[in-house]
């Protein structure tokens, strides 16, 4: 173990800033982009809802 | 063999396969990740001339490999579309790109925050730096272009051409560092030269790479079937999914 306590690893021995920048940025895109697809999708959805009910009404 | 392959070259049946993967990838990406932090953080030695800023090439690595893979497999879906005419391909160039975009913006940031420490400066304009941010810019031009076309098909065909010229860019960024002196290292992991780094790091750059991997096939699956249901709004097969019933 490289690590003798949890501000020694937080600290990335004077790199926290790049370290934690790197994997920061990284985590919050790969958090975000499947987020941005459930919003996408579940617009379709509702869309495509409205759409089938309106016909449905129509008919 | 051919007739079931065939048979999910089409959207409606595509669609629910799809949607049955993703969670399987994401299951993959979660447990490849959580194993490459683990070997990254906690595993692997500290550099002995970088100290701990060199764990920064756990992301760092897999997320360039991504944009250069993701790009070729974007054209190669992109060509077959143009090709044969199969419009699923094409679908699946445009799931591609953004998730490419992102993994190369990444290997783009990561790379300044590792530069800057190690090289003394956040950018250089040498060879294997330019040409990933070339990559980024096909990548953002290859969306624009698309975007930019109203006629979905005909967007498509812009598209994969655009695609396939660029594809000669990805060869010059990996060999840039063999052709070019460069201020970048040369490659992480060669096939032809024993690995030269302690075996633990590359095992966690390894299991970061198969975590973005497995991320990047859940998330174009995601973005797959999104594009999928817009497209294909007004067909039949569309119209008969449970989820869409009001």
New interface residues.
Partial sequence: MTWNSPAEFFAMGGYAFYVWGSFGVTALALLIEPMLLKKRRSEVLRSLQRELSAKERSQ | MSVITWKYASPQYFYPLAGKMIPWFSLLAVIFGAAGLWLG??VA??DAQQ???Y??IF??VG?SWMSMFLYLVMAFWAGIGLSFNTRLSSMMATALA??GA?FA??SL??GA??G??MWGTWWVWDARLTSELILFFLYLGFIALQAAIDEPRRADKAGAILALVGVVNVPIIYFSVKWWNTLHQGASVSLTQAPSMAKTMLLGMLMMALCFWM?SV??AL??V??IM??RE?HSEW??NLR????
Avoid: D, N
Avoid at chain 2, 243 to 246: G, T
């Fill in positions: 953080f906690f030695p500290t100290g701990e800023g764990r920064i992301i760092h997320a953004p998730t992102m913006f990444l940031w990561t925050l590792w800057k420490p991320y859940a998330v995601m973005r079937r999104a249901l817009e709004r569309v119209a989820e869409v019933q009001p």
